[in-house]
């Protein structure tokens, strides 16, 4: 009963793949996002849907692709994949729509590593 | 833009000790939420405890308590009785109330000593 997942966990790959994350809320949220965490820690948005509309894009590369099939699933694909991609991926979900609920449930993280 | 700032890398206090870990923060807007995170060595991100800006009164979890300064812009977290297993990352996070982007801070490391 995870309320944020993510898939898979670990992904090592080599550069230049395409590789998909998938996101999945059970939490019944409107509003669901992507973060990056570099080696040194630091966490920063990426992309934000809220009813599968984007809402937020933060100067990301073409090469990263949301897609949001539903409310429920945020999904990352990664083309031609760079060295410089490696971080942990966390997806997170939140509701909009609900007054004062807007605290941020972030799933267990992706670690991608490139080779 | 909005920044938030933790000016601890890290720190290491024994067991049953009391810290605190400090954040400041800057914005122009009045209603805004700010967090914090633990991030432990499992990587999970865990919510710790949340203060929304309008309320004055300092938020309280269990042992975790914050110190909310609006005018000052700081929002420090205090760990009463520290326990190993609050052994993590911490991060202080700010979001707005129209936007939902989350901004953290850097983070502090912290250590409980046996």
């Known amino acids: 009963d995870t309320a944020v997942s993510q898939t898979p966990k670990y992904l090592v790959t080599q550069m230049g793949n395409d590789k998909s994350i998938k996101c999945e809320q059970n939490l019944g949220h409107d509003t669901m996002y992507w973060y990056k965490q570099d080696s040194k820690k630091f966490l920063k948005i990426m992309f934000s849907?809220?009813?599968?509309?984007?809402?937020i894009n933060e100067t990301v590369p073409n090469r990263f692709s949301p897609k949001s099939p539903d409310k429920a699933h945020l999904n990352l694909h990664i083309n031609s994949l760079e060295l410089g991609d490696s971080a942990v991926y966390f997806c997170?979900?939140?509701?909009?729509?609900?007054?004062?609920?807007?605290?941020?449930?972030f799933g267990p993280g992706t670690r991608l590593t490139v080779l | 833009a909005q920044t938030v700032t933790q000016s601890q890398p890290e720190m290491s206090v024994q067991e049953a000790e009391t810290v605190t870990l400090s954040c400041t923060y800057d914005?122009?807007?009045?209603?805004?939420?700010l967090f914090w995170y633990k991030q432990p060595p499992s990587r999970q991100m865990i919510l710790v405890i949340r203060q929304e800006a309008y309320k004055q009164q300092n938020a309280t979890e269990n042992r975790f308590s914050v110190n909310f300064q609006k005018a000052a812009k700081s929002f420090s977290l205090k760990i009463s009785d520290s326990q190993l297993g609050d052994t993590a990352m911490y991060f202080c996070?700010?979001?707005?109330?129209?936007?939902?982007?989350?901004?953290f801070g850097k983070g502090t490391r912290l250590h409980i000593l046996p």
């Open positions: 849907y809220n009813n599968k509309e984007l809402i």
């Open positions: 997170a979900s939140s509701s909009r729509a609900r007054q004062g609920e807007d605290t941020q449930y």
């Open positions: 914005t122009s807007e009045n209603n805004y939420y």
């Open positions: 996070a700010f979001t707005l109330n129209r936007d939902d982007k989350i901004i």
